[in-house]
Structures are given as C-alpha cells and as structure tokens.
C-alpha cells in the first residue's frame, strides 16, 4: 500500500529562496521529485493573488501537477502587498484534519517560522512529514528544536541537482 502524503507550498517562500541562494526551481522536475521521494499524491501551492502577467506560470504549474491556491486581497493591497499565505495553508492542512480527509503526512515547503506551532501539533498526532526549507537561510531558527528527521533543505547537492530548471 502507498502513502497518501499531501504537500502545501508557499509559493513567494520557494521562489524567493532559491533566488537568493542564485538557482530557480524546475516546477515539474518538483513535482516529480516529491512524488518519487516523499509520496506525495496532493501538492497544493500557494500565491499571492491571480494577474493575467503571470498566466505563464500558473500554467506551467498545472502542468507540473500542482492545485494552485491564490491569496484573497483587496484592489487597494494587491500591488503592495507580498503573497501572505501562511494563514491560506494553515487553514487548508487544518481543514483537511477536521474534515477527516483521507492523509498520512503533511509536507510543507517554507521556511517561514509561522508554521511552527503547526508543525508541533502535526508531530503531536503523528502527522507531520517534513519541512522543506528552499535553503538554510530561509530556515527560521524556530525550527532548531526539530530533529532531523523533520526537515531537510532543497538546495543542498543532491536534491538541488534534481530539481533545478536548467537554461536551455
């Protein structure tokens, strides 16, 4: 029997990280590689909000596999304000609890240091997978506590290698 993992991604967290560290994420080679290493059947990523400018990307993401999750805002914010997607996906992982959806694991891919109370109740009840840090520096020190176990980082060698879009 396979696992029935889920993964929730903060998109700006992911993007910004990588850029930062000098690399971009291959969206499909991502996908693949949570897939084949984590058993990942759902990944949701979560974006700021929708604009026709980047209905390349929100393509290439459906594409790649991913349920694509926008951030509400208001007219007046939406040019000034970040993604902010840290309430959306604590939302959706604790929806899916409540409600009894059919998981093992939960995965997420973030560094931001407010999913922690998250992760420790997750851990709690046996339900927490890992954190995917995009890299060390994105890595809240919240998250020093955690045992190994319990996270990992993309950019090291072997995971930014299979997972790195390649200029063509």
Not at 26 to 34: A, E, G, Q, S, T
Not at 98 to 114: A, C, L, T
Not at 117 to 131: E, N, S
Request: aromatic share 14%; hydrophobic share 40%; glycine share 8%.
């Amino acid at each position: 029997m396979t696992s029935r993992n889920i993964a929730f991604i903060d998109g700006q967290n992911l993007h910004l990280g990588t850029k930062e560290s000098g690399w971009a994420v291959d969206h499909k080679k991502l996908r693949i590689y949570l897939k084949e290493k984590y058993d990942i059947v759902e990944a949701y990523y979560f974006l700021g909000f929708v604009s026709e400018e980047n209905q390349d990307l929100y393509d290439s993401l459906q594409k790649a596999g991913f349920i694509l999750s926008f951030r509400e805002h208001s007219l007046a914010l939406r040019g000034n304000k970040k993604g902010n997607v840290d309430s959306d996906i604590i939302f959706g992982i604790m929806k899916k609890m409540i409600e009894n959806e059919p998981f093992e694991k939960v995965f997420i891919i973030s560094g931001d240091g407010d999913y922690k109370k998250l992760v420790d109740f997750l851990i709690k009840k046996g339900r927490f997978g890992k954190m995917l840090f995009p890299n060390k520096v994105f890595a809240s020190s919240l998250y020093k506590s955690l045992g190994g176990e319990f996270f990992d980082y993309l950019e090291s060698t072997g995971v930014r290698r299979k997972i790195e879009y390649l200029h063509k």
